[in-house]
């Protein structure tokens, strides 16, 4: 079992405020991602999780069980830190067995030499070897575990800091940005190698990450966090279409949602520059944002009134996308849309193009941030 | 081009060795004393190592042995009659127990503390800090009196705690610790923590092992500081000869009523310099391993 809950979570640093009032469930099995722009917590909400830091107020339940007053290394979880923290001085293999040896051996069977006189020390030995020996197969580092961290590689020191956090086969794994200092090659194959780890492990993962990408590529749920706040939780794809807040939207999707000014009339009909929406929102009369994603702006040849036009001012090619930065002609806005390359290789920098929209595809946000329904479909 | 830079060259080597002369000279006389025999050494004649003829030296006869034992070389003569003369051996094993036994305690008190100045947050840590520091300025020979007689109405003088007492809470040592401890990283120690570690558990098994570096810059300053003192020792040891450090020891062969024998003395230097010669060379060079092998990030 693995479920941890997070019950009204503040903390504060002196007078700064840095978590929120913060109510989180995890379910037994769920990777669950923590993400969100740095400085907005959720590294020390992973920390509280841990019991490295204790909150201000507010309850961590770990299996129903209150840990508030419980120290880290009882709490039964295991952690992935950013930098490794692996302890430089030991080989791989003693890096791994040292959760191991403090968790099985007494204190007498810890002590160096007369501690081996301990009948039931070589029993327990042998377990731990074996633990080792298994975890290092299915990470692949059987080789490497005579080494010291100072002569792995980042992505092998990277794997010795998953394997010592499984070895003991915790109940919950927290990772502290655990990619972030891998190459970007890497870090991609690294993804899909945590999200098999998690499938045949079954084991809670919480996982705190500032990039949205790989938090929407390995996760069943994720936590968005701006500011000490817990803005949305909810699946990727539900993150991603339907956004509580207009900062979800802007900080989740790559690259970044397009934001124009709208209105809306007394009908609560919606219209942005000089296209209509054709559909209610249900705060009439007031200025709106409209978000729509760079992939539901379309180039177009035509000309009408679902139509806006503009001027190239970067053309990104990525091979499967081109993404175009278009300065709009009222000169108000700048945006971002998708175009696929057989259809927009010829058009370059400095090119005015006209701009159609994937109907239904808009979000509404007021004044204030929040997300506004259409009323009808 | 070349020719310029080899002129600069030379000007800093030039400077270099002067400098290293000034600092040799002293050495090279203590070790050519200690070679020759008195009549060379006051005619200031003979060179590095003197003519060594073999001869009978006056003041050992004087002190009691026959002709016969005192007659050799002079080389020989100098050590031989060094060793007869104080029991320099003991003075050694005496430097070796004190120097030892304060570098021991000095880690066992400064290691927790700095960690705990470094990494612990408690009510209070920069104020102790700060008095850390202010206990930098104090100088040794400020509080030497009131340290004596403390230590006398504990009726400790002419003892090995009275050496060693006094010296086992470093300042520098927790303030050197505590500045190699701030760059570690925490999350070493958080690991260690999510481990299962205690704090003092932290202390022994991953801050020492990653502070093997500081801790040899540290051994030096505090070992020699503590071979080489020569004030404190004369302080404590009042009588008892059982107890001479090795500077107290050299004092043995100032001149007395067998007026001043300067080949005996250099050699009984000579051998109280050179086990600290060799434990730097030695240190020096794990210092340097130490330095290369810590791949902390």
């Given at each position: 079992m693995g479920t941890i809950s997070l019950k009204n979570i503040s903390k504060s640093?002196?007078?700064?405020?840095?978590?929120?009032?913060?109510?989180?469930?995890?379910?037994?099995g769920e990777f669950l991602t923590l993400v969100g722009p740095s400085g907005c917590g959720k590294s020390t909400l992973l920390r509280i999780i841990a019991g490295l830091e204790q909150q201000t107020s507010g309850d961590v339940l770990i299996d129903n069980k209150n840990v508030n007053r419980v120290r880290a290394s009882e709490r039964d979880l295991a952690m992935v830190f950013q930098s490794y923290a692996l302890y430089p001085h030991l080989t791989v293999r003693r890096n791994l067995e040292t959760p191991l040896r403090l968790r099985d051996y007494n204190a007498f069977e810890r002590l160096p030499l007369i501690g081996n006189f301990s009948p039931s020390k070589k029993e327990k030995t042998e377990s731990i070897n074996q633990l080792v020996n298994k975890t290092s197969e299915t990470l692949k580092i059987s080789e490497?575990?005579?080494?010291?961290?100072?002569?792995?590689?980042?992505?092998?020191?990277?794997?010795?800091?998953?394997?010592?956090?499984?070895v003991r086969e915790p109940v919950a794994f927290l990772m502290d940005e655990p990619l972030s200092n891998l190459d970007a090659a890497l870090r991609v194959h690294m993804r899909s190698e945590l999200s098999e780890l998690h499938n045949s492990l079954k084991t809670t993962f919480v996982y705190v990450t500032h990039d949205q990408a790989e938090a929407l590529t390995m996760s069943s749920r994720m936590a968005v966090m701006i500011d000490g706040n817990l803005l949305q939780l909810d699946t990727p794809q539900e993150v991603y279409d339907n956004p509580s807040s207009l900062s979800v939207a802007q900080f989740v999707g790559s690259p970044k949602i397009n934001i124009f000014k709208g209105t809306s009339d007394s009908s609560g009909t919606v219209s942005f520059l000089n296209v209509s929406l054709k559909r209610k929102s249900s705060e009439s009369n007031t200025d709106l944002h409209i978000g729509i994603r760079p992939e539901h702006l379309e180039i177009t040849n035509e000309s009408n009134e679902n139509t806006f036009s503009g001027t190239v001012a970067y053309r990104e090619n990525l091979g499967s996308d081109i993404f175009f930065h278009v300065n709009i002609e009222d000169g108000s806005n700048k945006i971002i849309v998708r175009g696929l390359p057989q259809f927009t290789h010829q058009i370059s920098n400095g090119s005015s193009v006209n701009i159609k929209r994937v109907?239904?595809?808009?979000?509404?946000?007021?004044?204030?941030?929040?997300?506004?329904?259409?009323?009808?479909? | 081009?070349?020719?310029?830079?080899?002129?600069?060259?030379?000007?800093?080597?030039?400077?270099l060795i002067i400098g290293a002369i000034v600092v040799m000279l002293p050495f090279y006389m203590m070790v050519s004393m200690s070679l020759k025999s008195q009549?060379?050494?006051?005619?200031?004649?003979?060179?590095?190592?003197?003519?060594?003829?073999?001869?009978?030296?006056?003041?050992?006869?004087?002190?009691?042995?026959?002709?016969?034992?005192c007659t050799m070389k002079p080389y020989q003569y100098n050590y031989w009659f060094a060793f007869e003369k104080a029991p320099i051996p003991r003075y050694l094993m005496n430097g070796v127990i004190v120097t030892l036994s304060i570098f021991i305690i000095q880690v066992l008190v400064a290691l927790p503390c700095a960690y705990a100045l470094a990494k612990l947050r408690f009510y209070g840590r920069e104020f102790v800090f700060s008095m850390v520091l202010f206990c930098l300025l104090i100088p040794v020979?400020?509080?030497?009196?009131?340290?004596?007689?403390?230590?006398?109405?504990?009726?400790?003088?002419?003892?090995?705690?009275?050496?060693?007492?006094?010296?086992?809470?470093?300042?520098?040592?927790?303030?050197?610790?505590?500045?190699?401890?701030?760059?570690?990283?925490?999350?070493?120690?958080?690991?260690?923590?999510?481990?299962?570690?205690?704090?003092y558990a932290i202390v022994w098994k991953v801050m020492l092992p990653t502070a093997i570096p500081a801790l040899l810059a540290f051994a030096i300053f505090s070992v020699v500081a503590h071979w080489n003192d020569y004030f404190w020792p004369r302080m404590v040891i009042t009588g008892n000869r059982d107890l001479f450090t090795p500077p107290l020891g050299i004092r043995e062969f100032r001149g007395g009523i067998d007026s001043d024998e300067f080949g005996p003395m250099m050699a009984s230097i000579v051998t109280v310099t050179v086990p600290l010669i060799v434990a730097f060379i030695i240190a020096q060079k794990r210092f340097i391993e130490g330095i290369t092998l810590t791949g902390m990030k």
């Open positions: 640093f002196g007078s700064t405020q840095v978590l929120n009032n913060l109510n989180v469930d995890i379910n037994d490497l575990l005579d080494r010291k961290p100072g002569q792995l590689s980042g992505g092998q020191r990277q794997r010795v800091a998953l394997g010592r956090a499984m109907s239904d595809k808009a979000l509404l946000f007021n004044q204030a941030g929040m997300r506004v329904q259409f009323t009808n479909a | 081009m070349e020719a310029k830079q080899y002129i600069g060259e030379g000007w800093k080597h030039a400077i009549q060379e050494i006051q005619s200031i004649s003979g060179g590095l190592i003197g003519a060594q003829e073999t001869q009978t030296f006056p003041v050992c006869v004087k002190t009691g042995y026959s002709e016969e034992t020979h400020g509080i030497a009196l009131p340290l004596y007689v403390m230590l006398a109405q504990a009726g400790l003088v002419d003892t090995y705690s009275a050496l060693i007492l006094p010296w086992t809470i470093s300042v520098f040592g927790i303030f050197l610790m505590r500045q190699f401890f701030m760059t570690v990283p925490d999350e070493l120690i958080d690991a260690a923590r999510m481990d299962g570690m205690g704090e």
